[in-house]
């Protein structure tokens, strides 16, 4: 049963892996490694309702070990990358590409590119991401308004940039 649970969610899996790694062959290592730890541990789960949140809890701690790591070999982490910024006005949006959204994404500091992706992208409540993350669910809402913010003033330039080209990407 969990083996076809698992299944079902790999893309999904993947898909948050390297949004929050911005590397393929990271991703993929994350998905094997949540694979094999959720295989490992499925005798002993009990309730099976809320495997989802179970396996992308995994995943979350993988990738925060990986992040962990590879800040530790890069240096110091650069706090200006999590500054509140101002709104985009919404005749941008159609102006916008979805390339445009997944570069905006990569921008983010980890923590929020985090949120941003089990909030609204995995459809998780802020409990259940705060209960993932092992953050106060405050922790996590101040996050994803933050990174809201950032991606808003990262694709109003990206809408201007495209305005200026005539609306042509």
Known sequence: MVGRL?????DHLHSTAHRLTGRADVAEDLVQETAR???RAAAALNDLRNIRAWLFTILVNAARDYLRDQRWKEGPYDAAKETVLPNIDLESVALVTAEDVRRALAQLAPAQR????LVDLEEFTIAEAAQMLKLPPGTVASRLARAHEALREVLRVYAARSSQRGGRP
């Open 37 to 39: 730890k959720a295989l």
């Open 114 to 117: 985090a949120v941003v992706l």
């Open 6 to 10: 698992l299944l079902e969610n790999l």
